[in-house]
């Protein structure tokens, strides 16, 4: 199916050497190398040629190692070559954000204080990658600890924006969602928190997806706020994207949490029309401070759907304007418990000088962590503290469980509901920094889908005049990510916002 869908613009016939083989979908890609006709070994030369060629200006890699990269492409070609089953990722690169642990390499979810830790041991999906032949292709920049909305935030360096190198990327996962839409790896891991895989897909134009809660194993992900991180899929198309997140998909006893349910297939009915489709459209998602440059982008895919049959249903989500206030409670509540263990003992860096036990824990931590991780954990312990325990944390888990419920609601009454990922298009680097509340504030339409447990998914619907990317994002009800992918690859099919590329003036290739 994939093979039919995919044509080659300029040279159908072209070779795998050919400047062309970066607009592959993964999944073309994948099939070549399965059946001979590519060798893993020149996929992985290639994109690395565009590391080479374009991340000295987007800076979306914090580490890659190019001998690493070669090696593991080398090994799929050889187990073909003898006949072994090689999986169904064989050969594609995959990029993976850096707080997700791959044994015996560097991660440091881009903080100073994990500066040189090297995890003993894999991460759930990354045995799962490894298990399905895919190719570990270096670890992308991000939000210290995933607390952010710019990559800004990276105690290392900022990513910038493809599409315009004077705005973000977006956050946390803007390394991963800046290497896709730049062409420099096909496939990538980021990790949503409150939005951190569909804010930076929107910037970037590119198609990413939070799994349910508990669909995919959380074991060796570096933890933020363990009752929303969830890992998932970046990728150009929604087929990938599919494709990726069904690797990634299953049950992992050693992650309490991960449910014990087998993951439907995701890429076999993604082309099956609707009988009936029913979208919902929330009120509360037209609110102020939407760019209206963005919500004429959303207006426009609602009528795109119409057009398509889609039945459109008002309706009310009433608690999610509160999504903010609950997130920052909830998670920085979380995260502030979590962050404890970084004591200068068990981990990363310790001080250099200090007086006694308090001092040196004082003082690693102090100096290893940046400021909005500091602000986190204060607002986390404050939050947590006796006497106010009640008035805050508990109080935003009970708001949290009304805002579960209204979308229990909107779910009886429609199949997905579609609104805006996130209020602007990508904004100036330097322009929020110094106001986290406008940062904050950035996540309001994300926020919600991470403290109900639900999937969302955000794909390209537009783009503005200034000709920065507009993701549109769709949220399905638990465990209906099959559906919310069908819905993503029918907008798809209707609209070409996907088939776009930035492009790289100071380059010499295509
Ligand atoms: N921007 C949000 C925050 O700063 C979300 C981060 C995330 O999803 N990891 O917490």
């Known amino acids: 199916m994939a093979e039919q869908q995919f044509s080659d613009p300029r040279n159908p016939n072209s070779s795998s050497s050919d400047e062309s083989l970066g607009e592959w979908p993964a999944s073309v890609l994948a099939e070549h190398i399965r059946d001979g006709r590519l060798k893993a070994e020149e996929v992985a030369e290639y994109f690395l040629s565009k590391v080479r060629q374009r991340d000295a200006s987007i800076r979306a890699f914090l580490r890659i190692d190019e001998e690493a990269v070669l090696r593991q492409a080398r090994q799929i070609d050889l187990r073909r070559q003898q006949g072994e089953p090689i999986g169904p990722l ?96 096909p496939l990538a891991l980021g990790t949503d928190t409150g939005g951190s895989i569909r804010q930076p897909a929107s910037h970037c134009g590119v198609v990413g997806m939070k799994p349910t809660y508990g669909r995919v194993s959380r074991y060796g992900l570096v933890a933020f706020a363990s009752s929303l991180d969830q890992i998932g899929p970046i990728a150009r198309n929604v087929r990938d994207c599919a494709l990726l997140l069904q690797v990634l998909a299953g049950h992992d006893e050693r992650d309490s949490t991960s449910i014990d349910r087998p993951a439907e297939d995701f890429c076999d009915r993604l082309e099956e029309p609707f009988e009936s489709l029913t979208i919902g459209v929330p009120r509360e998602y037209f609110a102020e401070g939407l760019d209206a440059e963005v919500e004429q982008a959303i207006r426009e895919a609602i009528a795109v759907f119409k057009d398509q049959g889609a039945q459109v249903k008002d309706l009310s989500l009433p608690h999610s304007p509160y999504g903010v206030a609950v997130y920052y409670l909830v998670a920085t509540a979380e995260a502030s418990s979590n962050l404890a263990r970084y004591d200068g003992v068990h981990y990363g860096r310790r001080a250099e000088q200090y007086e006694d036990l308090i001092d040196m824990v004082c003082q690693s931590r102090g100096q290893g962590f940046g400021a909005e991780v500091k602000r986190r ?95 549109l994002h769709l949220q399905a009800a638990p465990f209906a990510e099959e559906t919310l992918l069908r819905v993503a690859r029918a907008f798809e099919r209707a609209t070409t916002w996907h088939e776009r590329r930035p492009s790289f003036p100071d380059a010499t290739e295509s």
């Open 90 to 185: 064989a050969g594609l690169p995959v990029a993976v954000k850096d707080n997700i642990c791959v044994g015996g390499e560097q991660t440091t979810c881009a903080s100073r204080i994990l500066e040189g830790f090297v995890p003993p041991y894999d991460a759930g999906v990354i045995t799962r990658l490894k298990d399905a032949g895919a190719v570990l292709f270096g670890k992308t920049n991000m939000d210290e600890f995933a607390m952010g909305s710019s990559t800004e935030n990276s105690a290392y360096f900022k990513t910038v924006n493809p599409w315009d190198r004077r705005c973000i990327p977006g956050g946390s996962s803007g390394g991963s969602a800046a290497a896709v839409a730049s062409g420099q790896v």
């Open 377 to 471: 954990i204060m607002l986390g312990t404050y939050a947590l503290s006796a006497g106010y325990r009640d008035a805050y944390y508990l109080k935003a888990m009970q708001v949290r469980r009304r805002i579960r419920d209204d979308f229990c609601r909107a779910f009886s009454e429609c199949d997905v509901i579609v609104g805006p990922v996130a209020p602007t298009p990508a904004f100036l680097i330097g322009e929020k920094v110094d106001d986290p509340l406008a940062m904050y504030l950035s996540d309001i339409y994300t926020n919600p889908a991470n403290l109900a447990g639900i999937p969302a998914l955000s794909l390209p619907c537009g783009f503005t005049t200034a000709g920065l990317p507009i993701g």
